[in-house]
């Protein structure tokens, strides 16, 4: 459905050229905003601009790598080129990598930290200018995600890499209480690319398009968290209530499954 509920809005969105991003993209530019777009593969990006051609806004294509810390003047400048000011950017760029064979390799932790937690960092840095020239209070939002909850296996570096950038949007709201509002975004299981590898149970899975509506409507409230779906949200926060039953639960099911693995091996 299109409509100019957001004809006079700019809108940034990194990660923008898959799954939730494009998703999202694709939604403001349905609402009439100018929406720019970023992430490393151009061509992912010239798709999601082609895709929106037809719709009432705008897209338009800045390619950023959020691990780059001495890209974030460069793009901050070229993202005015492109618009003004910002009315919201969203800090949607994101990856994920589970440990392998119980190894806690630093390497992969560092990788997941660079995007997760100090690409938030470099992409605020580099929003700040554009969403302080905005003439209504800006919106500052940020993908991070259910895992942040409680432990999961092998999650060690995304979940503590995605709640250490929900502590930082939390923390920033603070820093800039009166100045602009900090929604923090924790997905449950979303069908993109990301997921796509991944080898277990997704409870309550959803197309990208469906989590895109969701956040959308619930950004227009400004909350401080938005989480979804509720009833993955409702598991987990009883999860947290009862954390020992969470815990003894998981180590029984990765006990079956190492003794399954064993016997495979023999
Ligand atoms: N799918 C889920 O179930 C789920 C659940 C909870 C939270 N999330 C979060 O939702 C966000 C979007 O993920 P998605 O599921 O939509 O996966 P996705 O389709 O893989 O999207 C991630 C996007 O981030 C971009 N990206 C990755 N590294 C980047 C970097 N260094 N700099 C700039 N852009 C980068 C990728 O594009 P390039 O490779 O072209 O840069 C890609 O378009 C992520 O933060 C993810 O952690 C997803």
Same mark, same amino acid.
């Given at each position: 459905m299109?409509?100019n509920e957001y004809?006079?809005h700019?809108?940034?969105?990194t990660g923008?050229?898959s799954?939730?991003?494009?998703?999202? %993209?694709?939604?403001y530019?349905?609402q /009439?905003?100018?929406?720019v777009?970023?992430?490393?593969t151009?061509?992912k990006l010239?798709?999601?601009?082609d895709a929106g051609?037809?719709?009432?806004?705008?897209?338009s294509?800045?390619?950023?790598?959020v691990t780059?810390?001495e890209?974030?003047?460069?793009?901050?400048e070229?993202?005015r080129s492109?618009?003004?000011?910002l009315?919201?950017a969203?800090?949607n760029?994101?990856?994920?990598?589970?440990?392998?064979?119980?190894?806690?390799d630093?390497t992969?932790f560092r990788?997941v +930290?660079?995007?997760?937690?100090? /690409?938030?960092?470099h992409?605020?840095n580099a929003?700040?200018?554009l969403?302080?020239a %905005?003439s209504?209070?800006p919106?500052?939002?940020?993908?991070?995600s259910?895992?942040?909850f409680?432990?999961?296996?092998?999650a060690e570096a995304?979940?503590?890499?995605?709640?250490a950038?929900r502590?930082?949007?939390?923390?920033?709201?603070t820093?800039y209480?009166g100045?602009?509002d900090v929604?923090?975004i924790?997905p449950?299981?979303?069908t993109?690319? +990301?997921?796509a590898?991944?080898d277990?149970? +997704?409870?309550?899975?959803m197309?990208a398009?469906?989590?895109?509506?969701?956040?959308?409507?619930?950004?227009?409230?400004?909350?401080l968290?938005y989480?979804?779906p509720?009833?993955?949200?409702?598991?987990?926060?009883?999860?947290?209530l009862?954390?020992?039953i969470?815990y003894?639960?998981?180590?029984?099911?990765?006990r079956?499954d190492n003794?399954?693995?064993?016997r495979?091996?023999?």
């Amino acid at each position: 459905m299109s409509s100019n509920e957001y004809s006079s809005h700019n809108v940034w969105i990194t990660g923008a050229g898959s799954g939730i991003g494009r998703a999202l %993209a694709l939604h403001y530019a349905a609402q /009439g905003a100018h929406v720019v777009i970023s992430g490393r593969t151009l061509d992912k990006l010239h798709e999601v601009r082609d895709a929106g051609a037809s719709l009432p806004g705008q897209i338009s294509c800045l390619p950023f790598d959020v691990t780059d810390a001495e890209s974030v003047n460069s793009t901050s400048e070229a993202l005015r080129s492109i618009v003004p000011h910002l009315d919201l950017a969203i800090l949607n760029a994101g990856t994920c990598e589970y440990i392998k064979k119980g190894y806690l390799d630093p390497t992969l932790f560092r990788r997941v +930290m660079d995007t997760n937690f100090f /690409g938030f960092i470099h992409s605020i840095n580099a929003a700040l200018p554009l969403l302080k020239a %905005a003439s209504t209070k800006p919106h500052l939002a940020g993908v991070c995600s259910l895992a942040a909850f409680i432990g999961f296996p092998r999650a060690e570096a995304y979940g503590a890499s995605k709640a250490a950038a929900r502590y930082l949007l939390h923390s920033v709201r603070t820093d800039y209480s009166g100045l602009m509002d900090v929604t923090v975004i924790n997905p449950g299981f979303v069908t993109t690319p +990301m997921t796509a590898a991944n080898d277990f149970p +997704m409870p309550f899975e959803m197309e990208a398009e469906n989590a895109a509506l969701r956040i959308a409507s619930a950004l227009k409230k400004r909350p401080l968290e938005y989480n979804f779906p509720n009833r993955l949200t409702w598991v987990l926060r009883l999860a947290q209530l009862f954390n020992g039953i969470w815990y003894r639960q998981i180590s029984k099911q990765r006990r079956t499954d190492n003794a399954a693995k064993r016997r495979t091996a023999e």
